[in-house]
């Protein structure tokens, strides 16, 4: 399948000048991880450098709708986003069939301490739900996490920061420890966080890939459910779309 | 059942519209029902550019509902990436055939998005072009025609870096050949490789098997020059270029199983693309008058 290797070298040469320039300069160099036979090597180099720049706006045209989903972020580390394109995120979400906005989260918090990582990781999070599709139908029996919330973990003081960041202001420091938080994508609306309860957040992480009732009844006894109180709990998830699956309720 | 008997159960649907999602709300685009209405001889057809993300939008719908004939183009598979024949997007795009109910399905045999399929990822190149890539490309065919029911023409793709051993019009034979398909043949895009690959516009149809030829798209370009480096953008402007007719006027007349022509001008009002529209419609009267019946019948 070297084809596919060396069609995803040719979206890199388009969006990333520095690796035009080196391919045209050593191309051992530039292509080096890339399994492509010496013919492959051969079309690329003889192509005409200026044929990967016929769309030179192109980059930036992707790199402004990915710093969309990425404002907080880039209110502390603006600089980054000019060297998204040259990063080894980039490079490898083309090359192994990733994602752009996961690669660009990670390019963006790569480098800029805990409180740049925190608020990557939230805004990355939103970006990923919104990019989830429709999931498969959980197995029978099962219940599972409903595709538009995610629980994440992130730093203390996380969510302040990115309140006070779209706010238009500094924000505060991160604490040592981490809390869950609960990210909601509704398909047509607009994605929110909240805070979670550590016991809840424990049963929708078990959920996240589909998970019986009797298993989430026994994790919900284990958080502190007073007995009965399980089957209300799981059946209020159920209700309001936090879990999904057929035969979720109870009667 | 061979290509060869499936394809006289296609219907012959003549000189057509494209659109795709959005398009027909662009300042100054082609009101494709109001073009049915003024000169249904333009307009026998609509071919529906999907991305499954999207659905279709009210252009598309309304043409639906009134029962007239369209086609699925795909703008959302690369045919040629097994990853990329998922339950959820087969189920979407069977979903909404079952809405427009497609004389077939067709579109770009290339790459339509980077990585995985993701907001953000839309692109298109054309394949590599060697027997491995081709290979790869029909066994996708197979699949997504076996998955829809629904027969799968591959288009040649537009570009500007064409790589690969093989001349575009032998890549794109031996991927009908191993899919046993038919083929959608742009003529804009063919003029296109032609010129970047520095042949003449009909140079490799002689090897191509004319009777898989069952669309062709006819589109205008820009010629565009960056720092030296010349080559033709694929724009649908009406201005279609002297080599794209050269190629359309040859193979029309050699193409036994077309079924339909398709003027690519979606965004751009009537009167500029009036003169297109007629020229494409008198060479079909003359050449292959099944697909231009008279304006009554």
């Known amino acids: ?251 | 059942m061979r290509f060869a008997d499936r394809v006289a159960r296609l219907p012959r649907l003549g000189l057509g519209v494209s659109t795709e999602y959005g398009a027909g709300d662009a300042a100054g685009a082609l009101d494709v029902l109001a073009l049915r209405d003024a000169h249904p001889e333009y307009a026998r057809f609509l071919e529906v550019g999907i991305e499954t993300v999207k659905g279709l939008d009210r252009h598309a719908r309304a043409w639906v509902e009134r029962g007239l004939p369209t086609t699925y183009h795909y703008l959302d598979v690369n045919l040629d990436e097994p990853e990329d024949f998922d339950d959820a997007w087969l189920d979407e795009v069977r979903a909404l055939a079952a809405i427009i109910r497609p004389a077939w399905l067709c579109g770009d045999a290339g790459m339509w998005h980077l990585g995985r399929r993701e907001r953000g990822h839309m692109l298109l190149l054309p394949p590599i072009l060697t027997r491995d890539a081709a290979d790869a490309m029909a066994d996708g065919i197979v699949r997504l025609r076996e998955a829809t029911g629904f027969e799968v023409l591959p288009e040649n793709p537009p570009g500007q870096v064409y790589l690969g051993d093989l001349h575009l019009l032998d890549f794109f034979a031996r991927v009908v050949e191993r899919a046993d398909t038919g083929m959608l043949l742009d003529c804009a895009h063919l003029a296109i490789y032609q010129r970047l690959r520095g042949h003449a516009p009909l140079a490799g149809l002689d090897g191509f098997p004319p009777e898989r030829i069952v669309e062709m798209h006819v589109a205008g370009g820009s010629e565009r020059r960056h720092d030296g480096f010349a080559w033709v953008e694929d724009d649908h402007s009406p201005a279609v270029l002297a080599d794209t007719w050269t190629i359309v006027e040859s193979v029309v007349p050699r193409a036994p199983e077309l079924r339909a022509v398709v003027y690519e001008c979606e965004r751009n009002p009537l009167p500029a693309c009036r003169d297109g529209f007629a020229r494409l419609h008198a060479l079909l009267a003359s050449a292959a008058p099944a697909l231009a019946p008279d304006a009554r019948s």
Do not use: K, N, Y
């Open chain 1, 1 to 251: 399948m070297s084809h596919l290797a060396l069609r995803r070298v040719v979206v890199r040469l388009l969006h990333d000048p520095a690796l035009a320039a080196a391919l045209a300069a050593d191309p051992d160099r530039a292509l080096a991880g890339v399994e492509l036979d010496a013919a492959e090597r051969a079309w690329l180099v003889a192509t005409p450098a200026a044929a990967w720049r016929t769309d030179p706006a192109r980059p930036d045209r992707v790199r402004a709708a990915l710093a969309a989903e990425f404002p907080a972020t880039l209110a502390l580390v603006p600089e980054r986003a000019p060297t998204f394109f040259a990063s080894p995120f980039f490079h490898a979400a083309v090359q192994e069939r990733g994602s752009l906005a996961a690669a660009f989260a990670e390019h963006l918090a790569c480098d800029g301490g805990s409180r740049v990582r925190a608020v990557a990781r939230l805004e990355g999070a939103i970006a990923e739900r919104r990019r989830v599709g429709l999931a498969p139908p959980p197995r029978p029996g099962e219940l599972r996490l409903a595709s538009h919330l995610a629980v994440v973990r992130v730093a203390t003081g996380a969510l302040d920061l990115l309140a006070a960041l779209r706010a238009g202001t500094r924000g505060g420091s991160i604490g040592p420890g981490d809390e869950p938080v609960l990210v909601v994508v509704p398909p047509d609306g607009e994605a929110t966080i909240e805070p979670l309860a550590p016991a809840l957040a424990a049963l929708l992480e078990l959920a996240r890939d589909g998970v019986s009732r009797a298993t989430l009844a026994a994790e919900a006894r284990r958080q502190g459910a007073d007995p009965g109180e399980e089957d209300e709990i799981i059946d209020a998830l159920v209700s309001d779309r936090s879990l999904v699956g057929a035969g979720g309720l109870r009667r």
